[in-house]
T-cell receptor
Framework: AQSVTQLDSHVSVSEGTPVLLRCNYS??????LFWYVQHPNKGLQLLLK??????LVKGINGFEAEFKKSETSFHLTKPSAHMSDAAEYFC??????????FGAGTTVTVRA | DGGITQSPKYLFRKEGQNVTLSCEQN?????MYWYRQDPGQGLRLIYY???????QKGDIAEGYSVSREKKESFPLTVTSAQKNPTAFYLC?????????????FGDGTRLSIL
């Protein structure tokens, strides 16, 4: 069975400082992993995905994530936060074609 | 532009009433999904459909029903059997299976009890 744990329910950063969102997963197989972002009252938008190619994955809006199999982690980072990055972020794992497991989400606030 | 349209944006349900949430996509995707989102929780899968005229229960299908008569449309009915329907409902679609294809999401319908 697959599951996802987002280690922080809330992260607060100052504009221009780095952002780190932590995600650990459990999976019986080689999973596909995703990060999605959700702005208030909106649907989810894909930031990036890992599908067993390069372990460092670059996404949209300057985000990237590193897959570490030994640590079963898939942490999301951005070197410099922008006010528009304030949103909720979801780490997602998939083992089979149709079922995704979503983490509980991390809310990011950005201070001016 | 291609995308997923959910309507209405806000919906209110009376006791004992069934309500239907609309989801339409023009992305030519085969697979469609319905999720429920509650505060502090991730998304939970209600139903999914891999192809027209076929659908499967997700993790929390009780009190919900769906149909998939057209490729573009996947409406969700919240029946009176669903005792706690207040939530944000998201529809999604993908080209094939979700494991290596990203899902595209609509902007959601927020359902509340009157």
């Amino acid at each position: 069975a697959q599951s996802v744990t987002q280690l922080d329910s809330h992260v607060s950063v100052s504009e221009g400082t780095p952002v780190l969102l932590r995600c650990n997963y459990s999976s019986s197989y080689s999973p596909s992993l995703f990060w999605y972002v959700q702005h208030p009252n909106k649907g989810l938008q894909l930031l990036l995905k890992y599908t067993s190619a390069a372990t460092l994955v670059k996404g949209i809006n300057g985000f990237e994530a590193e897959f570490k199999k030994s640590e079963t982690s898939f942490h999301l980072t951005k070197p410099s936060a922008h006010m528009s990055d304030a949103a909720e972020y979801f780490c997602v794992v998939s083992e089979n074609d149709y079922k995704l497991s979503f983490g509980a989400g991390t809310t990011v606030t950005v201070r001016a | 532009d291609g995308g997923i349209t959910q309507s209405p944006k806000y919906l209110f349900r009376k006791e004992g009433q069934n309500v239907t949430l609309s989801c339409e996509q023009n992305l030519n995707h085969d697979a469609m999904y319905w999720y429920r989102q509650d505060p502090g929780q991730g998304l939970r899968l209600i139903y999914y459909s891999q192809i027209v005229n076929d659908f499967q229960k997700g993790d929390i299908a009780e009190g919900y029903s769906v149909s998939r008569e057209k490729k573009e449309s996947f409406p969700l009915t919240v029946t009176s059997a669903q005792k706690n329907p207040t939530a944000f409902y998201l529809c999604a679609s993908s080209k094939q299976g979700a494991s290596n294809q990203p899902q595209h999401f609509g902007d959601g319908t927020r359902l509340s009890i009157l």
